[in-house]
């Protein structure tokens, strides 16, 4: 006698182990198609958290330069003092645009503040900024260098205060003050 049984039995064994190879085999095609996908979104995520965090960083960066411009648009003295309105030019040397809001410097024989409207300086661009200048003609233009206190914000939006030596010693408000400070200066010989 032939157990039929047992040799269907056989087939549906041999059978449930080829279903079983095929499914494992998707499974480990699925876990490495997962992991591939994985690495791809992982890599995009980590350049653009790597980008994102540049350019924050570019935007907080401040390179500026200012250079004192003409003090010819009016003023008036009184027993050794003058007071002009001027311009002071500004550079944006950063690689992001800013907005110079104010500017003022204090020190003996010497006051600037900023009188303008705040200015937007794209990279690499220029502008002026209206000030007005006090001086005390025995002791302004001493040798060192006068510090501008500039307050600027950010591309982010962020407000910091950047220092910049000027030198007034050579400068066109020198020179403006100066033809105020002596109005008939003595020649020699």
Do not use: Y
């Amino acid at each position: 006698m032939i157990d039929l049984d047992e040799q269907d039995h056989r087939q549906a064994e041999t059978g449930t182990i080829s279903g079983r190879l095929v499914a494992r085999r998707k499974m480990v095609l699925r876990l490495v198609a997962a992991f591939v996908v994985g690495v791809v979104l992982g890599g995009f995520g980590v350049s653009e958290l790597r980008d994102s965090r540049d350019q924050r960083e570019r935007s907080a960066v401040v390179a500026l330069v200012a250079l004192p411009r003409s003090a010819d648009f009016g003023g008036s003295s009184a027993q050794g003092s003058i007071q002009l309105s001027g311009q002071l030019m500004l550079i944006n040397a950063g690689p992001a645009p800013i907005t110079v809001r104010g500017v003022q410097a204090e020190r003996p024989g010497a006051v600037v503040r900023g009188t303008g409207q705040p200015r937007l300086l794209p990279p690499g661009g220029t502008g002026q900024l209206l000030v007005e200048l006090r001086f005390e003609c025995s002791i302004a233009f001493q040798p060192e260098p006068l510090s501008l206190r500039l307050s600027v914000e950010t591309e982010d939006g962020q407000v910091r205060e950047v220092t910049h030596p000027v030198a007034l010693v050579g400068s066109d408000w020198e020179r403006d003050a100066q033809s105020m400070c002596d109005p008939h200066p003595t020649r020699a010989g």
